[in-house]
C-alpha cells in the first residue's frame, strides 16, 4: 500500500441559510443543492447532476445521471464503458445507489451492460431485493430494457494485452493507478442527500473479485439525518472497515467531517455542516 495525496474531487453549491425541518433537532440544509463526487472524472458528472439539483430535482436523479456520464466515457478507464477488464479479459461492473428513505439496490460482477447504476436503481425500485449479481444482474437487466454491449474498448484491451505479457499471472493485480470509481453524493433542494457508486473495480483483478462498491456501507452509505458518505481506494480495505457506514455513524456521534475522512478513503457530505468537506487527504 503507497501513500497518495488526492486532494478533492469535484464539488457545487454555495451555502445558504440552514433551515430547521419537521424534527425539531434536526437541522436541514434546504434550497442549498450541493453534489460532491470522486476524482477528476467526477467534474463532468457534477454538472449534469447540479443541473438536475438546481431545477428542483432530486438528490436520486442527480447522482444517477452525474455518474452516468462516467460510465459512458469510453476514455475513463475504471468505470463503465472502457473500464479495463479482469486477468481474463472480461470487463466485470460493481454499483450501488441508496435514497433519502433508506432504499437501496446494488449490482455486482454484472457484464456488458453499460449503465449499471440504472440496473442497481431498478433492483432497488422494482424488486424487494437490494443486490443482483453476475449472470442473474445481466438476466435482471435485459428483462428491463437494457441492451447488451460490448464494454472492452481497444485501450483497454490493448493495455490488458501489455499487462499479459509482462506480468506474472500470479500478481495479485494490475496497476491502481487510476482503478477507482465515481461515486457521486448529492443533496436537493428539498434537504434530501443520496448517493451513487460505480466502477469497473480494480484492474486485472481475479475474475468474479466484487470490490466495495456494490456494497452498502462499504462503497456508500446515506442516512437522511446525518449525512452520506462513499468510498475511493482499494475496495478490500473499505470492505472490511464498513468504511461508509463507519462515517456516517462517527458523524451522527458528533465528529466532525475532516476528522474521519482522513482515515478511510472518503468523500462525504455532513447534513449538519453548512457546506461539504472538499478536502480529502487519503492514506492507501
Ligand atoms: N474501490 C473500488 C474497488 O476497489 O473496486
Not at 509482462?166 to 500478481?171: A, E, H
Request: aromatic letters at 4%.
Amino acid at each position: 500500500m503507497k501513500r497518495r495525496n488526492f486532494i478533492k474531487v469535484g464539488a457545487a453549491g454555495l451555502a445558504s441559510p440552514i433551515l430547521l425541518a419537521g424534527n425539531k433537532n434536526m437541522k436541514v440544509n434546504k434550497n442549498n443543492p450541493i453534489v460532491i463526487s470522486t476524482w477528476s472524472h467526477g467534474m463532468p458528472a457534477n454538472e449534469v447532476s447540479m443541473k438536475i439539483l438546481k431545477k428542483n430535482g432530486s438528490a436520486l436523479d442527480a447522482v444517477e445521471a452525474g455518474v452516468q456520464v462516467t460510465e459512458a466515457d469510453a476514455e475513463n478507464q475504471s468505470v463503465g464503458l472502457g473500464g479495463r477488464p479482469d486477468r481474463e479479459g472480461n470487463v466485470t461492473l460493481d454499483a450501488c445507489i441508496m435514497d433519502s428513505d433508506g432504499n437501496a439496490g446494488a449490482v455486482a460482477f454484472l457484464q456488458n451492460i453499460k449503465h449499471p447504476i440504472s440496473v442497481a436503481r431498478k433492483v432497488m425500485e422494482k424488486t424487494d431485493h437490494v443486490m443482483l449479481a453476475g449472470k442473474g444482474a445481466l438476466k435482471f437487466a435485459l428483462e428491463n430494457g437494457f441492451k447488451k454491449e460490448n464494454l472492452l474498448t481497444e485501450k483497454s484491451k490493448k493495455g490488458w494485452l501489455e499487462w499479459k505479457k509482462n506480468n506474472n499471472i500470479k500478481d495479485s493485480w494490475g496497476p491502481n493507478d487510476d482503478h477507482d470509481p465515481i461515486t457521486s453524493l448529492a443533496q436537493d433542494n428539498e434537504g434530501n442527500l443520496s448517493g451513487a457508486c460505480t466502477t469497473s473495480g480494480l484492474a486485472y483483478k481475479l475474475h468474479g473479485r466484487v470490490g466495495d462498491s456494490p456494497i452498502i456501507g462499504a462503497g456508500m452509505y446515506v442516512d437522511n439525518e446525518v449525512g452520506v458518505a462513499g468510498a475511493t481506494g482499494v475496495g478490500e480495505l473499505v470492505i472490511k472497515t464498513c468504511g461508509s457506514f463507519l462515517i456516517v455513524e462517527l458523524m451522527r456521534h458528533g465528529y466532525s467531517a475532516w476528522k474521519p475522512a482522513r482515515k478511510q478513503l472518503i468523500v462525504l457530505l455532513n447534513k449538519k455542516a453548512v457546506k461539504p468537506n472538499y478536502k480529502l487527504d487519503i492514506l492507501h
